[in-house]
């Protein structure tokens, strides 16, 4: 007799093999109860292939418009420039949409009102981030104020569009220069290889232009530091993560593919913790 409990696993699509992309596709490989890794989108696939055997063979690589046509689940990886044309086929099709540029997802808001239109849904992972629920938490009462701040090593932002429109020079520095201070949407728009986070931050709270960002390179720190500071009516708390960057690319923490990975897991999993 056969199970009544059977589900077909969820087939995951990745749009994107960097860092994140990579780690997420290894991970799916590997074995996840409930997901299978169905096809993925590559600019260079000789490389995919040499990072990813199957690639061009048991996993097929797709057009990332064609992603969502195969595909249950896509998640996002990819040059801000191509982020709309992923975003925009998935939404189409209702399917789920995990974007990693969430930076881009604020330059592209009517996406969040075609996913209503359309039974899709936008499941943005907490990233290289902390304490999301907590914010998430506090933002269902009144939250007076939010603010994110950045350390990372010059490295880290080198050749930010903010950066270069400004010619603010990061590299050689002996000691912290804040590079930034003013709201998320502007700090995404300035550094969208570096501060997706603060726009996750901004959705789980207050909104991008009351979120408040300051953005320091800083040669002192090896590691990608984010403090939150939150002020609410239920608590007041402030919370500090410093994220091993990735070894592929230094402007992405390690941690990023590791919770884009445990969001998938969150869909099929029988117990889910956390809000």
């Not at 304490?131 to 603010?147: F, K, N």
């Not at 010619?167 to 003013?182: H, P, S």
Request: proline share 6%; glycine share 10%.
């Amino acid at each position: 007799m056969a199970d009544r409990h059977f589900r077909p696993a969820l087939r995951v699509g990745l749009a994107g093999l960097g860092a994140v992309g990579l780690g997420v596709a290894r991970k799916l490989e590997a074995g996840i109860p409930g997901l299978t890794l169905a096809a993925v989108s590559v600019r260079d696939v000789d490389r995919a292939r040499r990072e990813l055997p199957r690639a061009g063979g048991e996993i097929p690589v797709l057009a990332i418009e064609a992603l969502a046509e195969n595909c249950d689940i896509v998640v996002e990886g990819l040059p801000p420039a191509l982020f709309r044309t992923v975003a925009a086929a998935t939404i189409a099709r209702g399917r789920i949409f995990m974007p990693l540029s969430v930076g881009q997802l604020l330059e592209n808001w009517e996406l969040v009102d075609e996913a209503r239109a359309t039974g899709a849904r936008i499941l943005v992972p907490t990233g290289a981030l902390i304490g999301l629920d907590a914010v998430r938490a506090a933002a269902e009462g009144d939250i007076r104020s939010v603010t994110m701040i950045t350390r990372k090593p010059p490295a880290g932002l080198d050749g930010a569009p903010y950066l270069r429109e400004r010619g603010i020079a990061v590299t050689g520095l002996t000691e912290a220069l804040k590079v930034f201070d003013g709201s998320a949407r502007d700090g995404a728009r300035g550094f969208p290889a570096n501060v997706n986070v603060a726009a996750a931050l901004s959705l789980a709270g207050i909104g991008p232009d009351r979120t408040r960002l300051e953005i320091w390179a800083d040669p002192a720190v090896t590691r990608n530091t984010h403090r939150i500071e939150v002020e609410a009516d239920t608590a007041r708390f402030s919370m500090t993560i410093e994220n091993v960057p990735s070894a592929e690319n230094p402007r992405t923490g390690r941690i990023t593919a590791l919770s884009t990975v445990a969001a998938l897991r969150g869909l099929v999993s029988e117990l889910k913790v956390g809000t």
